[in-house]
């Protein structure tokens, strides 16, 4: 077990949930100065994405924005750098695709993410019965790999998932990619209720939450909300402040 | 049998080849796909269904040509097995039909596909017009624009044509964009993709669908020559779909060379050429590992050829594996080259070629081969949605 996983089963254990922002790693205005101000608004953990060319578990607002930072020049090094620079006492996890993790090599990838301070690797693509390796290096290195469970996954898939992730369970709350939608789906209860009986992980929900509201929704089964669209809407439009302050209006909703 | 009727394993494994890297939430639509084709493709009645309208629509069995002059002029015995005939006008009707089908069996309502050239869509919409499924084409917009006259023809068919504006504009974005789709859907629709490419069972559904190509041209070759096989057999390599399916029949055969044709583009940088087998690295894209054209980053490469329907930075896994294992060979031919290819097709045997299987006959063109040698290639499509590419580059009006 690692640092993510202690963090978030330390919010549960003492009757809290977990509000984990996301945002996408060399977009402009997502520096060092982001992650202090999003752990100092009551981050859990902060997911931090590598942005990757082909981005298929993303809608618009992510798509844009990894587009955006691949403009610009932004390699996987410099967001390691930002994890570095930022230092913050909260556990950070790099969310990238599988293909530029493979590329680099992955334990060459994990030592650095090590390096940086990275605490736990999320990789949409990279269901349960592809992750052996991944999961097998990051365990070595004290890195949470954390598996993501979705609407339709079969009871059997649910026990596997819950046996191999570590940190936490990413329960994907809806059909679909990211972005955030109108309201919350059913799904979400029914796949932390799939789960619960074969983990006792943290389950946290994520994709499509776009209100406190819905964090706080959410949360009533699960233990806690990973929220990125809603946030990246923000910082792509060009107000940093508006994400912060609407990171803060999540963790008010979030019971801590 | 052959080597390719044993592989892919139970995981969709061509050696390190293929696999299944998607989001969980495709993973039980993929699971049902795969058991549900294990099924079918020995089930009598679909398979005979299957054959009746290969038969009385699609209008197989193709024929086979024997390019004469073209031969002459080579010094070659030049074959063509003539997948422009086949209805919609090229080999995509074989899986588009066949996995139509399979999505009626499953209970699919509806119909999604990503399209470079086109040929894939027409194909699809084609299918889709006839069993009365509702169907959505994402094509990018370069390719909308390169490839017009198949938009027309989709929307005639009834299905809807989605332009994709992310990236590049081409068929890499139309299959991350029908994959997005296909995450939000899948509980009522079906992904039918065009090429030997995806995670599994997708590569191997669309080699069944495809080797009728193969499993035509061997004995129709030995019919015409006496018992012979072919000394070389040869197709383009986009996904590689029409490649695999005429390769099937032939695959592990001693004193037979299979040849694949990548585009070569304008050059030879990243981002000027479709090389993936010649020039790529293994990675991942769209669900398989196989070569892919990438940075050091492990970013998927922008890539070029004149030709929509090669234009794709990956390639379909299994010819990842016959590349390896030294089953198959594979080279490349330029825009330049196609060009010259469908010049001399059309001018030398009466056939006008897609610009892809072009590639073939432009490489041809160079001589690469014994004089005497017997060549079987496959023309995958008709070159009538390529005009006015071919008329600009030509500069003729
Ligand atoms: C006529 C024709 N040939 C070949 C291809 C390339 O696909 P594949 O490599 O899967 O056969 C296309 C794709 O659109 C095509 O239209």
Redesign the pocket.
Same mark, same amino acid.
Request: aromatic fraction near 0%; hydrophobic fraction near 35%.
């Given at each position: 077990m690692g640092r993510l996983e202690d963090a978030l089963r330390a919010r549960r254990d003492s009757g809290g949930h977990a509000f984990v922002p996301y945002v996408t790693g060399g977009y402009p205005g997502v520096d060092a100065g982001l992650l202090h101000r999003l752990a100092a608004a009551g981050a859990d953990a902060i997911e931090i994405g590598i942005p990757f060319s082909d981005p298929v578990m993303d809608g618009g607002v992510i798509q844009e924005a990894s587009a955006e930072a691949l403009r610009a020049g932004v390699r996987p090094g410099d967001v390691l750098a930002t994890i570095r620079e930022a230092a913050i006492e909260a556990p950070v996890a790099v969310m990238t695709y599988v293909n530029p993790v493979v590329r680099h090599g992955i334990s060459s990838f994990l030592d650095e993410a090590v390096a940086a301070g990275v605490a736990g690797v999320i990789v949409p693509d990279l269901p349960v019965d592809e992750s052996s390796e991944l999961g097998r290096e990051s365990a070595a290195r004290g890195v949470d790999a954390v598996l993501l469970a979705a609407p339709g996954t079969r009871e059997e898939r649910m026990a596997e998932i819950g046996r191999r992730s570590r940190g936490f369970v990413y329960c994907v709350a809806t059909y679909g990619v990211t972005g955030a939608r109108d309201r919350v789906e059913g799904t979400a209860g029914v796949v932390v209720a799939a789960l619960r009986p074969h983990t006792d992980l943290p389950l946290l929900v994520g994709v499509g939450i776009g209100t406190p509201a819905q964090a706080a929704e959410v949360c009533a089964f699960a233990d806690g909300a990973v929220v990125g669209s809603a946030l990246m809407h923000r910082i792509v439009g060009g107000d940093v402040e508006g994400a912060i302050q609407l990171a803060s209006a999540f963790r008010r909703a979030i019971p801590s | 049998m052959t080597i390719a009727t044993t592989l892919p394993d139970a995981r969709g494994r061509f050696g390190t080849y293929g696999g299944r890297y998607v989001p969980e939430v495709l993973i039980p639509a993929l699971d049902e796909l795969a058991e549900a084709w294990a099924e079918l493709r020995a089930d009598a009645g679909f398979r005979a269904e299957l054959a009746r309208l290969s038969e009385t629509f699609v209008g197989r069995p193709t024929p086979m040509t024997r390019a004469d002059r073209l031969s002459a002029r080579l010094g070659y015995e030049i074959w063509l097995k003539r997948e422009d005939l086949a209805h919609t006008g090229?080999?995509?009707i074989n899986n588009a039909l066949g996995q139509a089908l399979l999505a009626k069996r499953l209970g699919k309502e509806r119909i999604i596909a990503e399209t470079?050239?086109g040929?894939?869509g027409v194909a699809t919409a084609t299918a889709c017009a006839l069993l009365g499924l509702p169907c959505v084409v994402y094509m990018g917009e370069e390719d909308t624009r390169r490839q017009a006259p198949n938009v027309s023809r989709m929307e005639l068919l009834g299905a809807e044509v989605v332009p994709v504006t992310a990236g590049s504009r081409t068929l890499k974005e139309a299959v991350n964009e029908a994959l997005r789709d296909w995450a939000a859907s899948v509980r009522t629709t079906h992904y039918i993709i065009?090429?030997?490419v995806g995670p599994h069972p997708f590569p191997v559904l669309v080699r069944d669908l495809q080797r009728v190509i193969g499993d035509e041209a061997r004995p129709q070759f030995s019919g015409a020559t006496g018992g012979a096989d072919p000394d070389v057999v040869t197709a383009?390599?986009? %996904?590689?779909?029409?490649?695999i399916g005429m390769f099937t029949a032939f695959v592990g055969t001693p004193g037979i060379r299979l040849i694949g044709v990548e585009a070569g583009g304008r050059g030879s940088r990243l981002g000027e050429h479709c090389s993936s087998l010649t020039q790529g690295h293994p990675g991942i894209l769209h669900g398989a590992m196989s070569y892919l054209l990438q940075d050091d980053d492990g970013q998927v490469a922008r890539t070029h050829s004149i030709s929509?329907?090669?234009d794709y930075p990956g390639v379909g896994p299994e010819h990842a594996y016959l590349r390896d294992a030294g089953l198959a060979e594979y080279v490349s031919a330029s825009d330049e080259d196609a060009l010259d290819g469908f010049q001399a097709l059309s001018g030398s045997e009466g056939i006008i070629p897609?610009l892809?299987?072009a590639h073939v006959i432009g490489w041809l063109l160079h001589r690469p081969l014994e004089p005497g040698t017997s060549v079987l290639v496959c023309l995958? %499509?008709r070159g009538d949605k390529d005009l006015d590419t071919v008329r600009a580059s030509l500069r003729i009006s």
């Open positions: - | 090229a080999h995509k470079g050239a040929m894939h065009g090429s030997v383009c390599v986009g %996904g590689g779909s029409n490649a929509a329907g090669l897609a892809e299987p995958s %499509g």
